[in-house]
């Protein structure tokens, strides 16, 4: 069953197995904005560490850039896709981005991963402060239409060609 866990130097041989996988596609969630990263094992180690300090609120942001919980999808052990939590929105994220943004290795998809780390996410946002989650996805990406709409998704519009959603988190839910 699907797991979220913090990014580790542990998982580092399914991690590259993974990265093959995606080869030149967009990683969403993955933090990784120049494109794909250099898959050495010094390289990986620094990644990690970066994507961890990035979770830290005591961690100098660059002026754009919001912290962010990464969290990576695994089962039995091994790296099956990328989970990421913004903890605020920007102007952009508010737009299109979204708070949380996700992809699952091509290998692994249609197994229920996303929908299950989407799920297994939602109480970390909460405890993270926010209250209400926005998750948005392009028109034309069933899976991930399919992944909000299934985890309670409310619609609101569409902007940019992105469909946006809020799902209710927080403690004044319910
Ligand atoms: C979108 C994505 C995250 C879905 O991941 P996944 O693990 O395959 O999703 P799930 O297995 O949880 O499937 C969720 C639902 O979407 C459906 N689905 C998944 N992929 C689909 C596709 N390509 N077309 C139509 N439906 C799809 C599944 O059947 C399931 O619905 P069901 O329970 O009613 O059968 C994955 O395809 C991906 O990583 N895509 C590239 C990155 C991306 O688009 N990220 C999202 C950015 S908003």
Not at 59 to 72: A, F, G, Q, S
Not at 82 to 92: D, G, K, M, Q, V
Not at 132 to 139: A, K, N, S
């Amino acid at each position: 069953m699907t797991e979220l866990v913090p990014p580790s130097p542990d998982l580092y041989d399914s991690w590259l197995a993974a990265e093959e996988d995606f080869g030149d596609e967009h990683r969403d969630g993955s933090g990784a904005f120049g494109g794909r990263e250099s898959t050495e094992r010094s390289s990986y180690d620094l990644m990690v560490a970066q994507r961890l300090a990035e979770g830290d609120p005591a961690t100098p942001m660059p002026e754009d850039r919001v912290h962010c919980t990464y969290l990576w999808m695994v089962e039995d052990g091994e790296f099956v896709g990328y989970l990421a939590i913004r903890h605020s929105l920007t102007p952009f994220l508010l737009e299109e981005g979204g708070h949380i943004g996700y992809s699952v290795r091509p290998s692994r998809r249609r197994e229920g991963h996303a929908t299950r780390a989407l799920a297994l996410s939602l109480p970390v946002a909460a405890s993270l402060g926010i209250d209400r989650v926005l998750v948005t996805c392009d028109e034309d990406n069933a899976g991930s239409r399919r992944t909000i709409e299934k985890n309670g998704g409310v619609f609101e519009d569409v902007r940019r060609g992105k469909r946006r959603y809020w799902i209710a988190v927080g403690s004044s839910v319910g």
